[in-house]
């Protein structure tokens, strides 16, 4: 289990304080949020934060494209140094293309499902994905209550990748903190999105609680 701490919860003012603290906590990937204001109703980060964060730290910088026409934006964010490019099967109707354009440039590419979104949108391109996101609340909306019943297509997610020997990693994110990290890991997430209850106290306390509860029998 990797937890992927999201940038949007960060204190921009003291980031490379945080970041060194995430280092500490033995973190490997950042979470970063790339938002249009026309997908979601919020605009987050570009391709400029993902290029400042490429040259001060050698965490995955793991990029969830919440735009529209991704295939649009995609290139900026590979020369900026993402990592993991994921794209919202929702926003665009060429997604094996955009996924080809990712992995041709090197990059991991994912594909997320909004809450309401069924896997039967995205089971052709299942075994090309490097990554599958299950929108565990709404997105781009702060306040949002996880949804404990996306934790059935993380299951399905994870049989389907048993039987037929996909290899994407399953990444579970949206309001998950150390009450529901549990029923994410036990359904078959890979990767676990947090990003308030990480930054919202001694980050590496609270990386340790959320451990500790995500490794919980």
Known sequence: MIINPSLLNAN???????????????????????????????????????????KETDLVLDCHMMVEKPEEKIPAIIEAGADIITVHAEATAHIYKVMQKIQGAGRKAGVALNPGTPISMIEEILPFADLILCMTSNPGMAGETFINSVTKKIEILNEIRKNKGYRYLIEADGSINEENISFCRKAGADLIVSGRFIFDGKIEEQLWRLRMAGEAK
């Open 12 to 54: 921009t003012y003291r980031i490379k304080e945080q970041l060194d603290q995430l280092k500490k906590g033995n973190i490997t990937h950042l979470h970063i949020d790339i938002a249009d204001g026309h997908f979601v109703p919020v605009m987050s980060f570009g391709a400029n934060t993902v290029r400042d964060l490429k």
